[in-house]
Protein backbone atom coordinates (compact mmCIF):
# COMPACT_ATOMS: atom_id res chain seq x y z
CA UNK A 1 0.00 0.00 0.00
CA UNK A 2 1.08 3.35 -0.48
CA UNK A 3 0.16 6.69 0.80
CA UNK A 4 0.74 10.27 0.45
CA UNK A 5 2.23 12.78 2.84
CA UNK A 6 0.49 16.37 3.45
CA UNK A 7 0.12 18.98 0.82
CA UNK A 8 3.47 21.41 2.08
CA UNK A 9 5.65 18.26 2.27
CA UNK A 10 4.66 17.47 -1.16
CA UNK A 11 5.39 20.61 -2.41
CA UNK A 12 8.59 21.51 -0.59
CA UNK A 13 9.75 18.23 -1.92
CA UNK A 14 8.75 19.12 -5.82
CA UNK A 15 10.63 22.11 -5.33
CA UNK A 16 13.82 20.74 -4.67
CA UNK A 17 12.98 17.96 -7.40
CA UNK A 18 12.51 20.81 -10.01
CA UNK A 19 15.68 22.81 -8.27
CA UNK A 20 17.85 20.01 -9.44
CA UNK A 21 16.15 18.36 -12.77
CA UNK A 22 18.24 19.32 -15.18
CA UNK A 23 21.61 18.16 -13.48
CA UNK A 24 19.52 14.41 -12.36
CA UNK A 25 18.72 14.29 -16.02
CA UNK A 26 22.54 15.19 -17.60
CA UNK A 27 23.53 12.85 -14.79
CA UNK A 28 21.00 10.11 -16.30
CA UNK A 29 21.65 10.33 -19.67
CA UNK A 30 25.78 10.54 -19.03
CA UNK A 31 25.09 6.99 -17.06
CA UNK A 32 22.85 5.56 -20.00
CA UNK A 33 22.80 2.30 -20.05
CA UNK A 34 23.83 2.31 -16.63
CA UNK A 35 21.41 3.65 -13.57
CA UNK A 36 22.99 6.95 -12.25
CA UNK A 37 22.87 7.50 -8.78
CA UNK A 38 23.86 10.44 -6.77
CA UNK A 39 23.05 13.06 -3.72
CA UNK A 40 20.76 15.67 -3.59
CA UNK A 41 21.61 18.86 -1.49
CA UNK A 42 19.11 21.11 0.20
CA UNK A 43 20.03 23.27 -2.04
CA UNK A 44 18.85 21.64 -4.94
CA UNK A 45 22.60 21.11 -6.47
CA UNK A 46 23.22 17.56 -6.91
CA UNK A 47 26.44 15.61 -6.29
CA UNK A 48 26.88 12.27 -8.81
CA UNK A 49 28.29 8.98 -7.47
CA UNK A 50 29.61 6.33 -9.34
CA UNK A 51 27.24 3.39 -9.99
CA UNK A 52 29.97 0.68 -8.94
CA UNK A 53 27.19 -2.19 -9.86
CA UNK A 54 27.65 -1.00 -13.81
CA UNK A 55 24.18 -2.08 -13.94
CA UNK A 56 20.99 -1.20 -15.99
CA UNK A 57 19.11 -2.41 -13.61
CA UNK A 58 20.82 -1.89 -10.32
CA UNK A 59 23.40 0.57 -8.25
CA UNK A 60 25.85 -0.01 -5.68
CA UNK A 61 27.90 2.80 -3.61
CA UNK A 62 30.66 1.85 -1.89
CA UNK A 63 29.95 3.48 2.18
CA UNK A 64 33.65 4.67 2.28
CA UNK A 65 32.84 6.86 -0.91
CA UNK A 66 29.09 7.56 0.55
CA UNK A 67 30.78 9.27 3.82
CA UNK A 68 33.45 10.78 1.86
CA UNK A 69 30.84 12.96 -0.16
CA UNK A 70 28.92 13.56 2.97
CA UNK A 71 32.26 15.00 4.55
CA UNK A 72 33.04 17.06 1.06
CA UNK A 73 29.00 18.55 0.88
CA UNK A 74 28.92 19.52 4.51
CA UNK A 75 32.11 21.19 4.41
CA UNK A 76 31.21 23.33 1.31
CA UNK A 77 27.94 23.74 3.19
CA UNK A 78 25.94 21.70 0.32
CA UNK A 79 23.28 20.14 2.97
CA UNK A 80 22.68 16.41 1.52
CA UNK A 81 18.92 15.17 1.97
CA UNK A 82 18.13 12.37 -0.59
CA UNK A 83 19.57 9.87 -2.57
CA UNK A 84 18.34 9.86 -6.12
CA UNK A 85 19.11 7.43 -8.92
CA UNK A 86 17.62 6.85 -12.68
CA UNK A 87 15.83 4.20 -13.82
CA UNK A 88 17.47 4.56 -17.43
CA UNK A 89 14.03 2.01 -19.68
CA UNK A 90 11.41 2.36 -16.54
CA UNK A 91 8.98 4.05 -14.66
CA UNK A 92 10.02 6.33 -12.26
CA UNK A 93 8.08 3.92 -9.96
CA UNK A 94 9.85 2.23 -6.88
CA UNK A 95 11.28 -1.45 -7.67
CA UNK A 96 11.17 -4.25 -4.91
CA UNK A 97 14.68 -3.70 -4.34
CA UNK A 98 13.94 0.59 -4.27
CA UNK A 99 11.19 -0.92 -1.08
CA UNK A 100 14.01 -3.23 0.16
CA UNK A 101 17.12 -0.20 0.44
CA UNK A 102 14.19 2.41 1.62
CA UNK A 103 12.89 0.08 4.31
CA UNK A 104 16.65 0.22 5.48
CA UNK A 105 16.97 3.41 5.84
CA UNK A 106 13.70 3.91 7.21
CA UNK A 107 12.23 7.99 6.57
CA UNK A 108 14.72 9.20 4.59
CA UNK A 109 13.83 10.34 1.10
CA UNK A 110 14.87 8.76 -2.69
CA UNK A 111 14.43 10.22 -5.81
CA UNK A 112 13.83 8.24 -8.58
CA UNK A 113 14.27 9.63 -12.43
CA UNK A 114 12.34 7.45 -14.67
CA UNK A 115 11.08 7.17 -18.26
CA UNK A 116 7.99 9.12 -17.32
CA UNK A 117 9.05 11.87 -14.49
CA UNK A 118 10.70 12.17 -11.00
CA UNK A 119 9.30 11.10 -8.32
CA UNK A 120 9.64 11.21 -4.13
CA UNK A 121 9.70 8.02 -2.21
CA UNK A 122 10.30 7.56 2.06
CA UNK A 123 9.96 4.61 4.18
CA UNK A 124 7.82 4.78 6.95
CA UNK A 125 6.03 1.55 7.57
CA UNK A 126 4.49 1.49 4.44
CA UNK A 127 5.64 3.25 1.13
CA UNK A 128 4.62 7.17 0.79
CA UNK A 129 4.35 8.97 -2.30
CA UNK A 130 6.31 12.24 -1.74
CA UNK A 131 5.66 14.28 -5.16
CA UNK A 132 6.19 14.27 -8.82
CA UNK A 133 7.20 16.47 -11.42
CA UNK A 134 7.88 16.21 -15.07
CA UNK A 135 11.05 15.87 -16.80
CA UNK A 136 10.63 19.14 -18.67
CA UNK A 137 10.05 22.56 -17.76
CA UNK A 138 7.06 22.98 -19.84
CA UNK A 139 5.32 20.41 -18.89
CA UNK A 140 4.67 21.82 -15.62
CA UNK A 141 3.98 24.90 -16.32
CA UNK A 142 0.87 23.93 -18.67
CA UNK A 143 -0.52 21.91 -15.82
CA UNK A 144 0.09 25.57 -13.98
CA UNK A 145 -2.31 26.73 -16.08
Known amino acids: MTSTVDTATTEAIEVLMAAGRADMIRHRNEAYP ?9 DGSTYPLINQARSAHRFEVSQVFVVEAIKALNEAKRFPVAVYHSHPESSSGPSARDVS ?45
Open 101 to 145: LMQAMNGALSIIVGIDGITGWAWDGELISMGWISLTVEDDEEEEE
Open 34 to 42: EEAVGIICA
